[in-house]
C-alpha cells in the first residue's frame, strides 16, 4: 500500500529566504527528510553523509531538515539559527519545535530519515547513521523512474543561503592558557587555532585552515615529554577528520598524532595509533602518560599513549561500552553520552567529564588492583545528572541538581568544579567537598570551556569563558556568594511507547539497499545490544547476540523506563547478475541506537518495530 507522505508543519522555515515550503512546492522533486536535533553527535555523522548526495543530485533532489528538538535550548529560533550556520546545514530546514512533523512521521530517534517520490509517497525511512552509498543508490532509482513516467518536474532548488556572517571568531569550541597570560582556543567554525593576547581580541597566530583541520575542539598542552620527543606543544581533538593532532607553536606545522581521517564504524578497535579510525573526537586531557580522549561519536573514552616517534603511539579503547546511558563502575562497564568536556585535576589523579547527552558531571579515576582488560583500571563516578532525558537548571544537592547539555569542565584552584552548562547559558560549580551545586554566571551565549586565570593586579582569580554563540572569550569574576537557581525539571518531551509487561517481541527492519545484500559469507552480519535503565526493567532478553530480532521480557512491577537498543547490520555490494558477493566487495556498516522513553500497559502491544532501513 502506498503511503502519503503527511505535510511538513512547524513553527518557520530557515535556509529558504522567508518562504514557507510545503509538499506541493516540492512536488516533482525527489524528497528526503533529515529528522535532527543540533544536540546530537550522530546526526552531525548524517549531515556529513548527505553533502556528497546532495552534490550528486543537485537539479533533482531536495533534502529537508526536521530540527525536531531534545532539550529545551534547541527549541530557542535563535539558537536553532546559529546551529544551522554552526554546522554549515545548506538546505532548507523546518523548524519543528513541538514535534508535530515528527510524529505526523512516525519518528521514533534521531537521526532518521524519510524518503519522498517525486508524487508525494514515501518510499523509504532509514534510522541511524551509514545510510549515504545506499540513499544515493536509491535517490538516483527514484530519479531514473520518475523520468521514464514524466512526474520528474524539478523546478528550483528551494535552498537560499543566508547572508554571511563577519565575525574574527566563528563558534569558537575550546580553551587553554599559557603561562604569558595569552590564550590558544579552537576557532572551530573557521577550522583554525587562534592564539590571543591576554586582551581576548588580538591574534598573535592563526593555524590550520579547512585543508588542514575541519571543526577542531579540545586543545590541550603537550607534555614535556612529548613537545620533547615529538615536537608539538598542541594536542587538537580534530573533530569531522576524526583524527587527534599535534601543532607546533615555532613552524605552525600541524599532523595527525592519531585516527586515519575515517570516521570509526565498529565501535571498538586499538593498536598503532595512525593506523586506527576515530569518531568525532571532541575533547582532551592527561591522565598520568596517557592522553584522554572524549570520543564523542561513539559514546567512549578512548586514550592514546605516545611513543618514542609519531608512528609508535598507540590508542585502545578505556571507558564504555557505546550504549548510551548514565552507568558508573569499571570503566569498562560504564555508559556514557556524548562526552564532550574533559578537565585534568590538579592532583593528576582524576579526570572530569562533561557527559552532554546525560546533562550530567562525571569523573575517572584509576582504581588500584583492577582486572586485566580494557578500562579495568578506572572506575567511572557520576556527580550530578540524571539520565538522557532529565535536565534543567536546578542547584542544591548535587544528586537533585540538574544541567542542560554540558560542554566544558574546568577545575578551579580549591578544588571544585566550573562546569560550563551550555544549554542554560550558565557557569555552574560543583563542590566535591560539600556535595553542592550553585551558579557562577547566567546569561551567557552557549558557553563550551572556560580557562582560569589569575588577575595579574589583584591575584584574584577569575574565568575567561568561551562563549560558543557568542564568537567571543569572556572574563567573569568568581563571586564570593554564588547563586542558587531553583528551576523546574524537564524531561525530552518525545511522547512514550506504550508497550505490554511480560514478553514483547521485538523486530529491526532491515531492507538493504538495492544492489546489495547482507554479508553472511561469515556468518550472520547483524547484531542486536538491548538494555533497560532501571536495570530493572528488563527481565530477560537483555545482552549482545546476533540477530535483528528477540523476545523481551519486561518487569510487572514497573510502570515507566528507557529500552535501549544498538543494532549493527553489515551489507556489500553483490554482483548485478548473480547477487552473489565478490571476495572484494565494498561493504557498508548501518548502525543506530535508540534509547526509547517506555510506559508498561496492561493490554498494551507486544510488538515493538524498529526500522534500520524499512522499504
Known amino acids: 500500500m502506498r503511503v502519503r507522505a503527511p505535510e511538513l508543519v512547524g ?74 550556520e554552526r554546522y554549515a546545514v545548506h538546505h532548507p530546514v523546518l523548524d519543528d519545535p513541538d514535534l508535530v512533523t515528527w510524529r505526523a512521521y512516525a519518528a521514533r530517534a534521531w537521526p532518521t530519515l524519510v524518503v519522498v517520490d517525486p508524487e508525494g509517497y514515501v518510499v523509504a525511512s532509514m534510522s541511524g547513521e551509514g ?9 538516483g532509482e527514484l530519479i531514473g523512474e520518475h523520468t521514464a513516467k514524466g512526474t520528474l518536474q524539478p523546478g528550483d532548488d528551494p535552498y537560499v543561503p543566508p547572508p554571511p556572517a563577519d565575525t574574527a571568531l566563528r563558534f569558537p569550541g575550546k580553551v587553554v592558557a599559557l603561562d604569558d597570560g595569552s590564550f590558544v582556543i579552537s576557532d572551530t567554525a573557521n577550522h583554525q587555532i587562534v ?36 615536537g608539538v606543544d598542541l594536542l587538537i581533538a580534530d573533530s569531522v577528520n576524526h583524527q587527534v593532532k599535534g601543532l607546533c607553536f615555532a613552524d605552525g606545522t600541524i599532523r595527525a598524532l592519531a585516527g586515519t581521517g575515517r570516521q570509526l564504524r ?137 544541567l542542560q547539555h554540558p560542554l566544558g569542565v574546568t577545575e578551579l584552584p580549591d578544588g571544585s568544579v566550573a562546569i560550563s552548562d551550555t544549554y542554560n547559558g550558565a557557569i555552574r560549580r560543583y563542590d566535591p567537598v560539600r556535595g553542592e551545586v550553585t551558579t557562577l554566571a547566567r546569561d551567557l551565549a552557549e558557553p563550551s570551556d572556560a580557562a582560569v586565570e589569575r588577575d595579574p593586579e589583584t591575584g584574584e582569580t577569575r574565568l575567561v569563558v568561551v562563549e560558543s554563540a557568542a564568537h567571543r572569550l569572556t572574563r567573569i569574576p568568581l563571586p564570593e556568594a554564588a547563586q542558587r537557581v531553583d528551576g523546574p525539571a524537564h524531561r525530552t518531551q518525545r511522547p512514550p511507547t506504550e508497550l505490554a509487561p511480560g514478553q514483547v517481541r521485538l523486530a529491526v527492519t532491515f531492507v538493504p539497499p538495492k544492489g546489495q545484500k547482507l554479508d553472511d559469507r561469515w556468518g550472520d552480519p547483524t547484531m542486536l545490544d538491548v538494555s533497560a535503565s532501571p536495570e530493572g526493567l528488563l527481565v530477560d532478553g537483555g545482552g549482545r547476540a546476533r540477530g535483528l530480532s528477540r523476545t523481551l521480557t519486561l518487569a510487572s512491577g514497573i510502570r515507566s523506563g528507557t529500552l535501549h537498543v544498538s543494532v549493527q547490520a553489515a551489507a556489500c555490494d553483490g554482483d548485478p547478475d548473480t547477487g552473489v558477493v565478490p571476495e572484494h566487495a565494498a561493504c557498508h556498516l548501518f548502525q543506530q541506537d535508540w534509547g526509547i522513553p517506555l510506559t508498561l500497559v496492561q493490554g498494551g502491544p507486544t510488538h515493538l518495530t524498529l526500522d534500520l532501513r524499512g522499504a
Open 131 to 139: 545510510h549515504g552509498p545506499g540513499l544515493a543508490a536509491l535517490v
Open 11 to 84: 513553527r518557520g522555515w530557515l535556509n529558504t529566504g522567508g518562504r514557507a515550503l510545503s509538499l506541493a512546492d516540492l512536488r516533482g522533486r525527489v524528497l528526503v527528510l533529515d529528522f535532527w536535533t543540533f544536540c546530537c553527535v550522530n546526526c552531525l555523522h548524517v549531515l556529513d553523509e548527505l553533502r556528497p548526495v546532495e552534490q550528486q543530485y543537485p537539479d533533482a533532489l531536495t533534502i529537508v531538515g526536521v530540527h525536531s528538538p531534545k532539550f529545551e535550548h534547541e527549541a530557542d529560533p535563535d539558537a536553532l539559527t546559529a546551529a544551522v
Open 266 to 402: 565498529e565501535r571498538s578497535g586499538g593498536g598503532p595509533a595512525l593506523g586506527q579510525d576515530l569518531s568525532t573526537p571532541w575533547d582532551l586531557a592527561w591522565l598520568g602518560d596517557r592522553l584522554l580522549i572524549a570520543m564523542a561519536g561513539t559514546h567512549q573514552l578512548w586514550a592514546w599513549t605516545p611513543g618514542d616517534t609519531v608512528e609508535a603511539g598507540v590508542v585502545h579503547v578505556v571507558g564504555g561500552t557505546t550504549n548510551e546511558g548514565l552507568r558508573d563502575g569499571p570503566a569498562g562497564e560504564a555508559w556514557f553520552a556524548q562526552p564532550s568536556g574533559l578537565s585534568t585535576a590538579a592532583d593528576g589523579a582524576r579526570v572530569w567529564i562533561a557527559d552532554s547527552e546525560t546533562s550530567a558531571l562525571r569523573s575517572v579515576s584509576p582504581v588500584r588492583g583492577g582486572a586485566d582488560g580494557p578500562g579495568s583500571d578506572l572506575v567511572v563516578e557520576t556527580h550530578v545528572g540524571a539520565g538522557l532525558f532529565d535536565f534543567g537548571h536546578r542547584d542544591g544537592v548535587a544528586a537533585q541538581a540538574l
Open 195 to 230: 592564539h590571543l593576547d591576554p586582551d581576548l581580541v588580538t591574534e598573535r597566530a592563526r593555524w590550520g585552515g579547512h585543508e588542514t583541520l575541519n571543526e577542531p575542539q579540545g586543545v590541550v598542552l603537550a607534555t614535556r615529554a612529548v613537545r620533547d620527543r615529538l
